[in-house]
């Protein structure tokens, strides 16, 4: 079976890696950067160069590039396609993608997932395997892809020990705008309210574990997040009004030096830990 991987990045080639492992694919790299493919071919990721004009091969076409030239390349790919062909994408966003190809004629040949695994670093040379292990895959508007083609999508995702969630394209992006791109800004904003204070060779020498680990997002690829926060722009808005709001309260406790609101504001995020716990023991 031809695959063709388009995006060579770091979430595409660990897919690759995997499908691989479990099923006998030909995978064909396509990407605008050489480097990618080069250190894809060297890692087996891929089994050889290939170039969006011969899509027309493909029996898969996995879609992995940032948000914005998904919503570029997806019409012409699925265009292109031979009948029995599926495209996949794995991007974060999925409201516009899905609505924007509502009506093209290969629709049902388009499946939409956003698989929740990832790391900060992008590229090819980050890409491991098993990364998708217990990982949720979720799958937007599954009643619009062929059946066929649907049930074979859902078996190779099970066989990547991946736990399927299945969802309408506008409660994704909801979701997604708390528990990750809310993540990903504050990360981006505290690293850049260190960078500009004034006595920022004195501090990072003193910086902890709890700093790196807050700040660890922030390494991420900012071609790859700006595309996601305009594509999420009003959930992305709604959920730092909410944040802001609390920042603000918190801002205001110390103003006031009222430590005792500001101990039980604290005390009740300490909650979270035991719903994730008890949401860990029931997957």
Request: glycine share 6%; proline share 2%.
């Given at each position: ?217 922030a390494k991420s690829s900012p071609d790859m997040w700006a595309p996601i926060f305009q594509q999420n722009r009003e959930n992305v808005i709604e959920t730092l009004d909410v944040y802001i709001h609390n ?37």
């Amino acid at each position: 079976m031809k695959l063709y991987i388009v995006g060579v990045g770091l979430i595409g080639g660990s897919m690759m890696l995997d499908l691989k492992r479990i099923g006998d694919f030909e995978i064909i790299g396509v990407d605008k950067n050489e480097e990618h493919l080069n250190t894809a071919l060297k890692n087996g990721i891929i089994d050889r160069k290939g170039s969006i004009n011969d899509i027309s091969q493909a029996d898969r076409v996995v879609l992995s590039v940032d948000v914005k030239s998904a919503i570029e390349l997806l019409p012409s790919i699925l265009s292109s396609i031979k009948e029995n062909a599926l495209v996949w994408d794995v991007g974060s966003t999925k409201e516009k993608l899905c609505a924007m190809i509502s009506e093209h004629p290969k629709r049902n040949q388009f499946l939409a997932t956003h698989p929740i695994a990832g790391k900060e670093n992008s590229g090819p040379e980050y890409a491991i395997e098993g990364m998708f292990a217990d990982k949720i895959q979720i799958i937007c508007e599954s009643y619009k892809t062929r059946d066929d083609l649907l049930e074979w999508s859902k078996s190779i995702f099970i066989s990547l020990g991946m736990r399927l969630r299945f969802m309408e394209a506008k409660e994704n992006d909801s979701s997604m705008a708390y528990v990750s791109h809310l993540s990903h800004i504050s990360s981006f904003m505290l690293a850049k309210t260190v960078l500009e204070t004034k006595k920022i060779n004195n501090i990072l020498d003193l910086a902890g574990s709890g700093f790196e680990s807050t700040v660890r997002l922030a390494k991420s690829s900012p071609d790859m997040w700006a595309p996601i926060f305009q594509q999420n722009r009003e959930n992305v808005i709604e959920t730092l009004d909410v944040y802001i709001h609390n920042l603000l309260n918190f801002k205001q406790y110390l103003i006031d030096k009222d430590y005792q609101s500001l101990h039980e504001q604290m005390k009740t995020t300490n909650t979270l830990t035991n719903i994730l716990n008890r949401i860990n023991k029931n997957k």
